[in-house]
């Protein structure tokens, strides 16, 4: 079985920009979260997809958001990108939000110029 | 909202040692405590998780145990090895992983 798929793996963006990223959860996972990894803050919850709702949000600004569409596939978007976005974005799936094991994928770095 | 502390930042053991990392977390409705390990550049692995309903788990040569009165889970690995060396982070869970901040395992041959 696949894991999770996570396009691209490294992207480079200057300020301003805005970028999309894509994840693909194992097959039969509907439910799909999204963390930022830095070096200062760890991992960090941005938000959590399930059914094409998204069911919980971390305390990140609205400039994050997210979608999920009816196969489980999801994407988060990040606007007007600022120097402090640059991370490791983790996306990580899990049968559904009640079945917590999640696995993850293996990140989309995005350094922001 | 839900806080993770976990210690020790750093560990240094040797080959065959056993190794210990704690985390305390603060929300008592948090009921599920994965552990991840995540080598350099690569993905976070589950490695072993447990459910508040439980106050220990086993496979092989790790263990988790869970004090849900003193909210606190500790990560054992017994007679470790090189390929152990990783950054291991614990999460608690109610509705949302929330992830500690990192314990850097190095183990010496």
């Known amino acids: 079985k696949a894991g999770v798929t996570q396009t691209p793996r490294y992207l480079i963006k200057t300020r301003g920009q805005q970028v999309t990223l894509s994840c693909s959860p194992i097959?039969?996972?509907?439910?799909v979260s999204w963390y930022q990894q830095t070096p200062g803050q760890g991992l960090q919850f941005l938000f959590e997809?399930?059914?094409?709702?998204?069911?919980n949000k971390g305390n990140f600004p609205g400039r994050f958001s997210g979608r999920q569409f009816s196969n489980s596939r999801s994407e988060m978007n990040v606007s007007t990108l600022e120097l402090g976005d640059s991370a490791l974005y983790l996306c990580?799936?899990?049968?559904?939000?009640?079945?917590?094991?999640?696995?993850f994928g293996d990140g989309t770095r995005l350094s922001i110029l | 909202g839900e806080n993770v502390e976990q210690h020790p930042s750093t560990l240094s053991v040797q080959e065959g040692d056993s190794a210990v990392i704690k985390c305390t977390y603060s929300?008592?409705?948090?009921?599920?405590f994965p552990w991840y390990k995540q080598e350099l550049g690569k993905r976070p692995q589950l490695i072993i998780d447990?459910?508040?309903?439980?106050g220990e788990k086993k496979d092989q040569r790790i263990a988790v145990t869970l004090n849900k009165t003193a909210k606190h889970f500790s990560l054992h690995i017994t007679e470790t090895q090189p390929e152990d060396s990783a950054v291991y982070f614990c999460?608690?869970?109610?509705?949302?992983?929330?992830f500690g901040t990192g314990t850097r395992l190095l183990v010496s041959p």
């Open positions: 990580a799936s899990s049968l559904d939000p009640t079945d917590q094991p999640q696995h």
């Open positions: 097959s039969g996972h509907r439910s």
């Open positions: 997809y399930f059914s094409e709702t998204q069911r």
């Open positions: 929300d008592s409705a948090s009921n599920y």
């Open positions: 447990i459910r508040s309903n439980v």
């Open positions: 999460a608690a869970s109610k509705a949302k992983l929330v």
